[in-house]
């Protein structure tokens, strides 16, 4: 599996010198299969920049096919849809896994976001390509791999995390997730246990998400205790708060690190255009 | 009175070293009379710097007040409301003004907040919000700002805006298409026409940009859409957008003093800005007015200070 960031921020694009070095786009990973499928997990900004990228394949022919795995409907998650140019390109297929038990219900929620006052393309049938929403099920074989999701607490909602495995290899991405105070509970663990790679929300400094808990995102904290419980290989810290500058986000890494290191723990940042072989 | 540019981006924000010099965030103007409070044009996403900043001064203690016209609600200008600091202020006083829809006003805004996008909902800000539609030829006072509108042409129609305050006059005129080859308003047009129009469409057209050069008349400073380069504007026609040598044109016949170049597009680099400028600088060199391109940060006095 390669993993590579198109997008690493939480809430809202953050432009401006200040965060050049790790990037300013909304929630967009790519996983390319070592058999060449091609997974999307959340359609933030990044998205646009991944699309981009796609256009020299064969999604610039209309060839293209891919699976969309959606964490939840906030807009820094589902911004990039609208500006993606393979939906733009009839003959591409996408599948979209997404929250929630009702297909039509989620449909309608993206269906939301292009509505006429909103977006120009006013529906979402507007789109070339073939967009099939479903509602994501608890296990799932999907671009040739294993797919196992969880839904967990994000503030007054509910979003999901998604296990990928190849080949006896386990890329986990778990971003907004609001824990308990008490902490990653057991279930959590579990579906984290021994991945080669964890990419976890780590929107806040523990002091700053001592005032936003009820927000429903995790401190770096949390995700080096989820890392640590879970035996994850490596940690990937991501969705960093969108006021925090390069030099803030350097500081998280490396208080990761200082955590981690005793574990035997790797940390590897996700920073916009890096990307990470599994 | 002082404006300043807050976002000057069209369509989607776009960070990353390529768009430091000029900015990332979406489109956001303030308008800030003399002595007085400010008026906002667009709620992009860099109303959430413009926010942090009043924060510092009034709003942060719950006594400030803040008028917001808004063009149209596409989300490139409006997705910034949500995070704009004053609405979690008790005691801040917000006043939105859009054009009327199909819909109230406050319902519009209240979907981009609904559960399923956003946390917070819209009635839980703290803040005093009142909503005010306008209708096409609207004027009215913001304190001692005057305030007229004039229609563009766009999907789901835009307004322009002018306030006349402090003795002298920002013409707003984003987002729109020139007013010669497509209607833009409530259909959904899938792909560029360059024929012939009806005349009523002809005359549609003629009496919308009569409108944009009444708005712009002597202004000091008119803000123009120019998203597109001619070869863009020639695939995308149905888009919305103008070239710089629209605004030029529409700049001459309003004999504006100044002409700001605005709603860069989101792939466009700062050296690909820097040539705009400087191309469409060329074009205007016999002419009696300044031009500039919009960039964060900007600040451009007029009138009275």
């Known amino acids: 599996m390669r993993i590579k960031f198109w997008g690493v921020r939480g809430s809202i694009p953050a432009p401006g010198p200040e965060t050049n070095r790790y990037g300013g786009n909304t929630s967009c990973v790519s996983v390319h299969t070592a058999a060449g499928n091609l997974i999307i997990i959340d359609m933030g900004t990044g998205l646009m920049h991944l699309g981009n990228a796609l256009l020299r394949t064969e999604f610039g022919k209309g060839a293209g096919r891919a699976t969309i795995l959606l964490s939840h409907t906030h807009w820094d998650h589902i911004q990039g849809l609208g500006f993606f140019p393979p939906v733009f390109i009839g003959g591409n297929q996408f599948t979209v896994w997404g929250p929630g038990s009702s ?174 072989e599994i | 009175m002082k404006v300043r540019f807050w976002g000057v981006r069209g369509s989607i924000p776009v960070p990353g070293r390529a768009t430091n010099r000029y900015g990332g965030n979406t489109s956001c103007v303030e308008v800030r009379p003399r002595a007085a409070d ?114 563009l042409n766009h999907p789901w129609v835009a307004i322009a805006y002018r306030v006349d305050v402090d003795g002298a006059s920002v013409v707003y005129c984003s987002d729109t298409a020139p007013f010669t080859d497509m209607l833009l308003g409530r259909d959904f047009i899938e792909r560029p026409s360059f024929g012939t129009l009806p005349p009523p469409v002809q005359s549609e057209l003629a009496a919308m940009r009569a409108g944009v050069v009444a708005l712009a008349k002597n202004a000091d400073l008119l803000i123009y859409d120019t998203q597109f380069t001619p070869e863009e504007y020639q695939a995308r026609p149905h888009w919305g957008h103008s070239r710089p040598d629209d605004a030029i044109e529409i700049a001459r016949e309003a004999k504006v003093k100044q002409l700001c170049l605005f709603h860069h597009a989101p792939m466009r680099s700062d050296d690909d800005n820097d040539k705009i400028l400087a191309a469409a600088r060329e074009l205007v060199s016999a002419d009696k007015f300044t031009l500039v391109s919009a960039y964060e940060g900007l600040e451009i006095p007029l009138g009275d200070q």
């Open chain 2, 38 to 151: 400010p008026i906002i044009i667009d709620a992009g996403t860099g109303i959430r710097h413009l926010g942090k900043a009043l924060m510092e001064g009034t709003f942060g203690d719950g006594r400030g007040k803040a008028s917001i016209l808004i063009s149209h609600t596409h989300w490139d200008h409006v997705q910034g409301l949500p995070f704009f600091s004053p609405l979690y202020r008790a005691g801040n006083q917000v006043h939105i003004f859009a054009r009327q829809r199909d819909m109230h006003l406050e319902a519009v805004f209240s979907q981009q907040h609904d559960a399923a996008y956003f946390p917070v909902p819209l009635s839980a800000m703290h803040a005093d919000m009142h909503f005010h539609e306008l209708v096409e030829g609207a004027r009215f006072h913001i304190g001692k700002a005057h305030v007229t509108c004039a229609r």
């Open chain 1, 103 to 276: 297909p039509d219900v989620l449909e309608q929620i993206l269906e939301g976001q292009m509505d006429p006052n909103f977006s120009p393309l006013q529906t979402l049938k507007n789109l070339s390509a073939k967009v099939d929403v479903r509602a994501a099920l608890p296990a799932f074989e999907a671009e040739g791999v294993r797919i196992t999701t969880r839904e967990h607490a994000h503030g007054h909602t509910r979003a999901l995390s998604f296990r990928v495995e190849e080949a006896g290899r386990s890329f986990v991405y778990a971003s907004d997730v609001g824990y308990p105070e008490s902490g990653p509970e057991p279930a959590a663990i579990a579906h984290y246990a021994n991945a080669d790679v964890l990419l976890h929300d780590s929107t806040y400094k523990p002091e700053d998400q001592a005032t936003r808990r009820n927000r429903g995102f995790s401190s770096y904290e949390e995700a080096c205790a989820a890392a640590i419980a879970a035996k994850a290989k490596r940690l990937v810290p991501f969705h960093y708060d969108q006021d925090y500058s390069d030099d803030a986000v350097d500081g998280i890494v490396a208080a990761c690190t200082a955590l981690l290191a005793p574990h035997g723990i790797a940390v590897t940042p996700a920073r916009e255009g890096d990307e990470l």
